[in-house]
């Protein structure tokens, strides 16, 4: 157990579909990211928030969208995905992006089907 | 971003023998991270090694940096089949470089019983 858990572990959507990942952190971490994980493909990272505020935006789609209401909660809005959005979306947290040694400490992540 | 390369792609042994893995990276770091990834689950840290720093262990993990070849390996010794895993390098840089902490494509490897 990382302390980051991620819901729910496995989701279907149709294309049309609005869905949500959520992401919770019992660290007390200030800074959150979203990355995802395609097959045979790097981890790319989408998002990063530091104490709630967006600090980067990996030039990630518009149906995509990001919400950090507190430092303990990030949610991955999704709408009208493609069928190539199918991926692991992980989730991350670590204690603030401007320490030197940071570590990451991820949940078990979403496998999303994008039918 | 700072990216860590890994090498190489994927590693089979027998259970017992050492394992070797390699990262290599092209502007200057702060400090260099492993982390453990088994199949669809997230990834884990294992251990942290600074650029100041030439050599570090954590159990049967053993962890190089040389910052005049910008390269550092991942020895695990008396592999073990829970071991099986991929395994990443992340690069951490300070200055602008904070939060775009990106890993490379990893090493995946398979200790055979």
């Known amino acids: 157990e990382t302390g980051v858990t991620q819901t729910p572990r496995h989701l279907v959507m149709g294309m049309t579909n609005k869905k949500s990942l959520k992401c919770e952190q019992h660290?007390?971490?200030?800074?959150m990211y979203w990355y995802k994980q395609s097959a045979k493909k790097p981890l790319e990272l989408m998002f990063v928030?530091?104490?709630?505020?967006?600090?980067e935006n990996n030039s990630v789609p518009s149906r995509f969208s990001p919400e950090c209401p507190n430092s303990s909660h990030l949610f991955l809005h999704l709408h009208t995905l493609q069928p190539e959005d199918s991926a692991l979306y992980l989730c991350?947290?670590?204690?603030?992006?401007?320490?030197?040694?940071?570590?990451?400490?991820f949940g078990s992540g979403t496998q999303l089907s994008v039918l | 971003s700072q990216q860590g390369e890994e090498d190489p792609q994927a590693l089979s042994i027998q259970e017992g023998e050492n394992a070797t893995m390699n990262c290599s990276y092209k502007?200057?770091?702060?400090?260099l991270q492993w982390y453990r990834q088994n199949s669809g689950r997230g990834l884990v840290h294992l251990i942290l090694?600074?650029?100041?720093?030439r050599e570090k262990h954590s159990g049967r993990l053993r962890v190089t940096l040389d910052t005049s070849k910008k390269s550092s390996s991942l020895l695990i010794t008396a592999s073990r089949a829970a071991d099986t895993a991929s395994y990443f390098c992340?690069?951490?840089?300070?200055?602008?470089?904070?939060?775009?902490?990106?890993f490379g494509q990893g090493t995946i490897l398979t200790v055979h019983p």
């Open positions: 991350a947290s670590s204690q603030d992006i401007t320490r030197i040694d940071e570590k990451l400490f």
């Open positions: 660290l007390g971490h200030n800074a």
């Open positions: 928030y530091n104490f709630k505020e967006q600090t």
């Open positions: 502007t200057s770091i702060n400090n």
């Open positions: 090694i600074r650029s100041n720093e």
């Open positions: 992340l690069c951490g840089a300070g200055g602008t470089s904070y939060g775009k902490l990106t």
